[in-house]
């Protein structure tokens, strides 16, 4: 198996088109809803700020299993927090952990970031699974809303007990996770 990890180019968004689908409401926002070049480069080109925003993937040979985004980058307080996908044909083998691991090894020797945040639902339990293996742990709780609201009638109907309707706008429970580098390297 040939693991690659390195900056998204804009070509390698056209095969997230390949990417499988989400079947549970609450994990549709990471669907890949785009079918054409147009829609592609778009999406591309709003991931990409050259100082406050940077798009990173692991690869298996040519193919993107994930993708992470480096965003909300604060240079002076040396903070940034992350986002990250992978591809639903390709959960719960291990590829998550491992983008992140390539991902701060990278990010945490190449920039002056000292701190990496990053948000996960409280039902995203295997999400929090990947995050605390490489080292992230549970700084705070939030309750905010939740980032796909075009479900919400599914979403209510399905999972009443993690989520509420506060004047019509869907929220559910957040953590908010971190990693210093300091913890991030003495783990290693």
């Known amino acids: 198996m040939n693991l690659v990890f390195r900056k998204l180019k804009r070509k390698d968004v056209y095969q997230f088109s390949k990417w499988g689908k ?9 669907n890949f809803p785009y079918e054409d070049a147009p829609e592609f480069d778009a999406w591309y080109f709003s991931k ?19 993708f992470i985004t480096l965003k909300q980058i604060r240079w002076l307080k040396r903070t940034a927090e992350l986002g990250i996908a992978i591809d639903p044909n390709h959960l719960s083998e291990g590829f998550g952990a491992e983008l992140l691991t390539q991902f701060l090894t990278y ?13 996960v639902a409280h039902f995203n339990v295997r999400a929090q699974k990947s995050y605390s293996k490489v ?7 939030l309750l905010e809303p939740f980032e796909e609201q075009g479900f919400k009638d599914e979403i209510m109907a399905r999972y009443p007990s993690q989520f509420q309707v506060v004047e019509g706008i869907l929220y559910t429970l957040f953590f908010r996770m971190e990693i210093r580098k300091e913890d991030f390297f003495g783990t290693r």
């Open 22 to 30: 989400h079947e549970d409401p609450r994990f549709f926002q990471y």
């Open 48 to 66: 990409q700020h050259l100082l406050f925003k940077k798009v990173y993937g692991l690869f298996l040979d040519d193919y993107p299993l994930g």
């Open 107 to 119: 990010v945490f020797s190449r920039y002056p970031i000292t701190k990496m945040t990053l948000r």
């Open 135 to 141: 080292g992230f742990h549970v700084v705070e709780d």
